[in-house]
């Protein structure tokens, strides 16, 4: 069992930061993925899109074109952040964090359902 639990969202101006952390507990050594997804309002019945994945092996991070170069994935022993910059409309949504075991593939997966467990997600506004 893995308990994850993000925090830091909130309101902001478009251009500004927020920061968001995603607790982790229970942390069994076969989790090598571990991402940030995010669920814009009214978008639901839709997948989660991906924001950002690390591997925990090697630390290899990819992020998803329209947060490349704005957003920073980083993560210690206990927790995993997202350092969100130069923020747009664009960017409101739940976000989430999300843990995967046992993926030894070439890069982490960026389908939601390939993910186990999940955080209850934190709420991100952005204003223009």
């Known amino acids: 069992r893995v308990d994850l639990a993000e925090s830091g969202g909130g309101s902001v101006q478009a251009g500004g930061s927020l920061s968001l952390s995603c607790q982790t507990s229970g942390y069994p050594a076969d989790i090598t993925c571990l991402a940030w997804f995010r669920q814009a309002p009214g978008k639901e019945r839709e997948p989660k899109e991906i924001?950002?994945?690390?591997?925990?092996?090697?630390?290899a991070t990819y992020y998803a074109d329209s947060v490349k170069g704005r957003f920073t994935l980083s993560r210690d022993s206990a927790k995993m952040y997202l350092q969100m910059r130069t923020l747009e409309p664009q960017d409101a949504a739940d976000y989430y964090c999300?843990?995967?075991?046992?993926?030894?593939?070439?890069?982490?997966?960026?389908?939601?359902?390939?993910?186990?467990?999940w955080g209850q997600g934190t709420q991100v506004t952005v204003s223009s």
């Open positions: 924001v950002a994945t690390i591997y925990t092996g090697d630390g």
């Open positions: 999300a843990a995967r075991p046992r993926w030894y593939h070439n890069g982490c997966p960026v389908r939601d359902w390939e993910y186990n467990f």
